[in-house]
């Protein structure tokens, strides 16, 4: 069957700008599947492995992880799936048959973790092609190209009529904050919380915070122009850290919140900020949730004094999702006027200037770009 000749953009090695050239597409193989993208957006996690400074990165690639389209063919063996069916590519798969699939405590699915890892497919091979040289994948989606491949266990088959250039944002970091409040913390009625960086993932922590009907929702970023959009989705305070440079940002918050947050959410990836999210933490019972990605080889640290006295430190990643069990539900939820999405996306650009939306993103004036890729 056919390769196909198509538009990617294309990272040739870390640190730098994409390149938009023809790539080939080799068929689906066993248990795979071919698709064409219609939409995609840059997360914070393609613009930090662009950089170099994230592990998962193997060049030269096709970055994306964000990403909605169509069913284009199907490999052998693939029961779920059809030509046409729309779906959401997930950089965590559900195969429902690993010991991780089969418990109920994680969703980290582990069937293809090992060349998922490597940039490859899971037989340690590429699909992609590009001027000669063989292309790694990138988190087992690679949604930057007008087609991709992924296995059939990454990709979430969802309702047909919902807006591609919307739901491509259910790919990460919507689902990521909203799932990390209701499936990881389980955030109860009445509760205090803290959010730690307004960008698509804090925003859809505070979301979620709201559904879980807190009833105090701190929002802190270093920007004060992210205070409008905070109180927009339901932050009750905001704090700029740098309004108070003569006090430690955790005493700001323990005195707010009247000795602490009963919950508080990470999500910028900085190691010192992780342990104040800690830290602001209630005495007792405070849990603090890690979703913020870190640089390879950082560490986080705290006094053990803080564990002993009650606090919880946790991680999320994919908000806990069961991810193809989920992701059509959330589409459906969206599509029910249940979910935001449209509220978290500020531009809009077509492929060519896919480099424009990382830019944005970057400079921090965004909270999710959308990049069209077949215009
Ligand atoms: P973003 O860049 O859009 O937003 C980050 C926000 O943090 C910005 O508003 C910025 O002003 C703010 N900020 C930066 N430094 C700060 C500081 N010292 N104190 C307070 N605020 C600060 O990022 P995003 O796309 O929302 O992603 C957030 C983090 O979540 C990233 O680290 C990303 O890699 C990670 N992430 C994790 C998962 C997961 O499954 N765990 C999934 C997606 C994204
Ligand atoms: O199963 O060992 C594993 C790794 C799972 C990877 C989870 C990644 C979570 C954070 C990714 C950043 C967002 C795109
Ligand atoms: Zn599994």
Known sequence: MPVIACRAAVCWEAGSRLQIETIEVAPPKEGEVRIKIVSTSVCHTDEYTRTGKDPEGVFPCVLGHEGAGIVEMVGKKVASLEVGDHVIPLYTPQCKACKFCRSEK??????????QGKGLMPDGTSRFRCRGKMLH????????????????????????SAPFNR????GCGI???????LNTAKVEPKSTCVVFGVGAVGLAVIMGCVKAAAAR????????????????????????????????????????????ADYSFECVG???LMRTALECCHKGWGQSVIIGVAAAGEEISTRPFQLVTGRVWKGS?????????????????????????????????????INKAFDVARDGGAIRCIVNVQQ
Do not use: W
Not at 175 to 181: D, E, I, K, P, Q
């Open 317 to 353: 990643a994919f908000g806990g999702f069961k991810s193809r069990d989920s992701v059509p539900k959330l589409v459906d939820e969206y599509m029910d006027g249940q979910l935001k999405i449209d509220e978290f996306v500020t531009h809009e650009f077509g492929f060519q200037d």
């Open 167 to 170: 739901i491509c944002l259910l």
């Open 175 to 181: 689902t990521t904050g909203y799932g990390a409040v």
């Open 106 to 115: 994680t969703n980290l699915c582990s069937k293809i973790r090992e060349m």
């Open 217 to 260: 929702i701190v929002a802190v970023d270093i920007n004060d122009s992210k205070k409008e959009i905070a109180e927009k989705f339901g932050a009750t305070d905001f704090v700029n850290p740098h309004s108070h440079p003569d006090k430690k940002l955790k005493d700001v918050l323990i005195e707010l919140l009247d000795g602490g």
């Open 137 to 160: 994948h990138f988190m087992g989606c690679s949604t930057f190209s007008e087609y991709t491949v992924c296995a059939e266990i990454s990709v979430a088959k969802v309702n047909n």
């Open 270 to 272: 900085n190691v010192e």
